[in-house]
């Protein structure tokens, strides 16, 4: 599967996405890639404090990274759990590029416009008569994973990476 395909995957399986069409997912996911290549292309100054800690696996749930107070956290755990699911399938990653993939990720986040995202995505919802501009859910989290593999040089895309750890692929 490629990026596009992965993207479409992530917003289907998101709830609030359950009756939209491929067409529509499609289109969303395609809008959020090319944002997430945009961001990446930008020369951001990127001034970030990093710590490591333990604490990123707990059951059913795999935390790599998160934003904090202007610091990220990585979770080693978690990057380890990540590099055995990749070893299983035969990727070539290491932890550090997962490692760098993980704060790439989170400065996404932290940098990325979600009004733009959103205006973009041209998603509008109703609130009685008005039309209101909406957010699409997951939009900012495949412009996330866009970036970071921009950004990481990671090997293989991390939405990839997040299908094989929610065992789809």
């Not at 399938?89 to 990325?112: D, F, K, P, Y």
């Not at 205006?119 to 509008?124: D, F, I, N, Q, S």
């Not at 039309?131 to 293989?156: N, P, Q, T, W, Y």
Request: charged share 30%.
């Amino acid at each position: 599967m490629n990026d596009l395909e992965l993207a479409v995957e992530l917003l289907r399986d998101t709830p609030t996405h359950e009756n939209r069409t491929g067409e529509q997912l499609r289109s969303w996911a395609q809008t959020a890639l090319e944002y997430g290549d945009e961001l990446a292309d930008t020369d951001m100054p990127v001034d970030i404090q990093v710590v490591e800690r333990e604490g990123g696996v707990r059951k059913g749930e795999l935390l790599l990274a998160e934003h904090q107070r202007g610091t990220v956290i990585v979770y080693t755990d978690a990057l380890r759990r990540t590099e055995e699911v990749a070893r299983e399938r035969g990727w070539a990653v290491t932890r550090e590029s997962l490692r760098r993939a993980a704060v790439a990720h989170e400065v996404a986040h932290h940098q990325l416009d979600v009004r733009e995202l959103n205006r973009r995505l041209g998603h509008t919802a109703r609130l009685g008569p008005f039309r209101l501009r909406g957010h699409v859910a997951g939009a900012d989290e495949i412009a996330a994973h866009r970036f970071a593999h921009r950004r990481s040089g990671l090997a293989v895309s991390p939405l990839l990476l997040t299908a094989a750890l929610a065992g789809r692929n």
